[in-house]
């Protein structure tokens, strides 16, 4: 069956159509889109960083190397090349380590709206949230579609204390895509934190409607819900999420089986 039978027509839009469904959450999703793409393009480099990106969010190592392998083999002077190798960095020695890969790929690429998105990442894990802003605003400013962007300067802009900001900039992420469940979330954070309990439940219904596997969004909604006083949604909503990072390196893992145990005493003595 040909592309345009059961889909995008062209590379590009399965590209596209790849990211919208990875900021729902469906990253195997994404990447059929992306093998979909590079077999109407088989030299289109994007989708391969795209697709090593993603293996790599899976911890699949060796499938990331492979993707990237092939940007390296075809453009060793390229942006995406360095993106890549800064990605790659980044996930074996850790966020400082990668930033002069990052730097990399700017100077070599000053028009890669992906290598602002990435570095503002970086830097909002290091706590350079102020430079961060600057990079998600270049981001936006050569992909004004970019949903991420919009989402991720919404963090840094809480950080920095501009929470209407935030909150103008998580909106925008979902205007650009109804099913980022990660804007969803943090949307919602950040009502909790101003107090709006029911629009930051919402949103934690929403994302977790998107994706019913979605650990983070029970594990906030589960808190929210706590000091809502709803202590057994909460307690519902906490053990799913014990259930879905069972076996995974979850650092908040002990802290909520301790919030679990209290629930349950809690709700015996009524």
């Known amino acids: ?24 959450g469906r990253l195997d999703e994404a990447l059929d889109d992306l093998g979909m793409a590079l077999q109407l393009d088989p030299d289109n480099l994007l989708a391969y960083f795209l697709r090593g990106a993603i293996y790599l969010a899976h911890e699949q190592h060796e499938r990331a190397d492979e993707n990237f392998a092939v940007i390296a083999a075809r453009a060793p002077d390229s942006g995406l090349h360095h993106l890549a190798l800064a990605r790659q960095t980044e996930a074996l020695r850790g966020v400082r380590a990668a930033l002069p890969e990052y730097d990399a790929a700017l100077e ?25 802003l600057a990079d998600y605003d270049r981001a936006i400013e050569l992909d004004p579609l970019d949903a ?83 202590l057994a949604g909460a307690l519902a909503d906490l053990q799913v999420y014990l259930a879905l990072t069972e076996g995974l390196h979850a650092p908040e893992r002990r802290q909520v089986t301790r919030m679990v145990r209290y629930l349950k005493r809690r709700l015996r003595r009524g």
């Open 108 to 132: 070599r690429q000053p028009d890669l709206a992906l290598g602002y998105f990435y570095r503002g990442l970086a830097y909002h894990k290091l706590g350079k949230d102020a430079l961060a």
């Open 1 to 24: 069956m040909s592309a345009s039978e059961n889909g995008p027509s062209d590379a590009g839009e399965y590209i596209r159509r790849s990211l919208m469904i990875a900021e729902a």
């Open 148 to 230: 991420p962007s919009y989402s991720n300067r919404g963090n840094s802009r809480w950080v920095l204390g501009d929470l209407a900001g935030a909150l103008a900039d998580y909106d925008a992420a979902l205007r650009l895509n109804p099913d980022f469940i990660f804007a969803y979330n943090n949307r919602a954070n950040l009502r909790a934190e101003q107090a709006d309990v029911v629009g930051a439940l919402a949103d934690y219904d929403t994302a977790i409607a998107l994706k019913p596997d979605y650990a983070t969004a029970y594990y906030n909604r589960g808190y929210t819900r706590e000091q809502a006083g709803d």
